[in-house]
């Protein structure tokens, strides 16, 4: 696809068609529109358009496609690879469509596109409720839910694709439509885990749950125990309640509560629990932690979930250095647990870190075709996140995450989740995201997108006509 100059006039014609605005470069905003979460990012779109509303998107998607214009979307902008901006073509930033609405008797919550998580996360808990989201409140639920979505409630309740009812879609060709199990059901299934490829999706519609307060405790020990912890937390978390919920991290302790201060600056191993079962059974739940040798720090407390979904959010604000890759597992042996250790103990910066988070429970019992995400037979989605505030060591910390992924691979199941590719992956890596549901979805792709003007994503190209 060609990428021409979006002219004086062109620019004028669209900012007259739209609600909501048009940022060009000359623009005093413009470098702040295009800033996203991930500063190693920055490109330089010749618009960023603030789509008030579906009417907006619909006028835009017709404009760029018209002028053979190259398009991104943007959400909540943490797109790691930064595929929510596009050198020299124009950006729908959802922004604008940012609200929530939520009905308590029918346990729901519709939310526009440009809706984070944390909004989501507020509105709900008011009546008691939740839906599986992520770890990082200011995330979109845009590309958080066309991913898969993943985190703290996945064991239970599934990922947040299983709890997605609708979506409302702006199509290639303009036209909008819903997407459900009974309308559109093929566009449905390939939004479920496909990433954004079939279109702009200007609201979600997702079933809720009873959650309010949990039980929350960190465990921390010394990085070189890595192989202890793993060997344990590999037989444990598999076979514990559905109530339980763990991830696994390498991390460099951070100089700021609840951490001690003869820990800040160290580098440990530990688990970041979730218990969503009966809070007078906390305590006797995580005390099995120390059957994986005695613990540096544990910690547990009540939380409320909205506190817990926002406690990262200070520790990995937007405007650092970002690259990582991601990979599938189905099992951890003294091999892989190794491997952990030595780069664990050779984390080279401090906010670099790892983490092995949960699908099984709820999300592998869902089945293997229901969805376009093609791993429910794994246990552990991994992320290798390189990560600094100095730009100076961009370079230092995709090396790390690079040779760590690399070493790991032959461990993995071959793919990994769509959300934590690479900015520099190869196209192979998307086939291997989607093994068995390739095909079906670049049929879906064909229907729905047949020229692919949705590529600025981790593309499945449409199929070709028989």
């Not at 291997?432 to 079906?440: N, Q, S």
Request: proline share 7%; aromatic share 10%; glycine share 12%.
């Amino acid at each position: 696809m060609s990428s021409p100059t979006l002219d004086a006039p062109a620019l004028e014609s669209l900012r007259t068609a739209l609600r909501g605005p048009v940022i060009a470069p000359q623009d005093p905003t413009y470098d702040e529109a295009r800033r996203i979460y991930n500063a190693m990012i920055d490109r330089h779109p010749a618009a960023l358009v603030r789509c008030a509303d579906a009417g907006d998107v619909m006028t835009a998607v017709n404009h760029v496609r018209d002028n053979g214009l190259e398009v991104a979307v943007m959400g909540g902008g943490h797109s790691g690879p930064g595929l929510c901006v596009v050198d020299g073509g124009v950006t729908l930033d959802l922004s604008p469509m940012r609200w929530c609405r939520v009905d308590p008797v029918a346990r729901t919550a519709q939310v526009g596109g440009g809706t984070l998580m944390g909004d989501l996360d507020h509105a709900t808990a008011a009546f008691g409720l939740a839906t599986p989201s992520g770890i990082i409140s200011t995330t979109g639920v845009g590309g958080l839910t066309l991913g898969g979505g993943h985190g703290y409630l996945t064991r239970k309740y599934g990922l947040t694709i299983d709890n997605l009812i609708a979506a409302d879609v702006v199509l290639a060709d303009g036209s909008f439509v819903t997407a459900g199990e009974t309308e559109h059901p093929d566009l449905f299934w390939a939004l479920r885990g496909g990433g954004g490829n079939f279109g702009v999706i200007t609201a979600f519609t997702y079933r809720l749950h009873p959650v309010d307060t949990v039980g929350v405790a960190v465990t921390l020990w010394p990085v070189d125990h890595t192989h202890e912890v793993l060997t344990w937390y590999r037989a444990y978390l598999p076979q514990a309640s559905d109530d339980v919920y763990g991830f696994f991290a390498e991390m460099v302790v951070p100089p700021a509560p609840p951490f001690p201060e003869e820990l800040h600056g160290r580098k440990v191993c530990g688990i970041v629990w979730c218990w969503t079962g009966a809070l007078d059974r906390l305590e006797e739940t995580f005390a099995a932690v120390h059957e994986a040798g005695p613990p540096a720090f544990h910690f547990t407390a009540p939380m409320p979930y909205t506190t817990l979904q926002s406690t990262f959010d200070a520790l990995l604000p937007e405007g650092l250095q970002w690259y990582w890759r991601g990979a599938f597992f189905d099992s951890i042996p003294d091999e892989a647990a190794e491997v952990h250790r030595r780069y664990g103990e050779s984390i080279p910066t401090g906010q670099c870190t790892m983490h092995l988070y949960p699908v099984d429970g709820a999300a592998g019992r869902v089945g293997a075709d229901e969805t376009a995400w093609n791993y429910r037979n794994a246990t552990w989605s991994g992320v290798f996140a390189g990560i600094d505030p100095d730009p100076g060591n961009a370079g230092l910390i995709k090396r790390w995450c690079t040779d760590y992924w690399k070493e790991m691979h032959p461990y993995s199941m071959g793919g990994g989740y769509v959300n934590f590719a690479g900015a520099d992956e190869q196209a192979d890596r998307v086939r291997a995201t989607y093994p068995d549901h390739y095909d079906r979805l670049a049929r879906v792709k064909r229907a729905y997108d047949p020229y692919n003007l949705f590529h600025a994503n981790q593309n499945i190209r449409p199929a070709q006509a028989a």
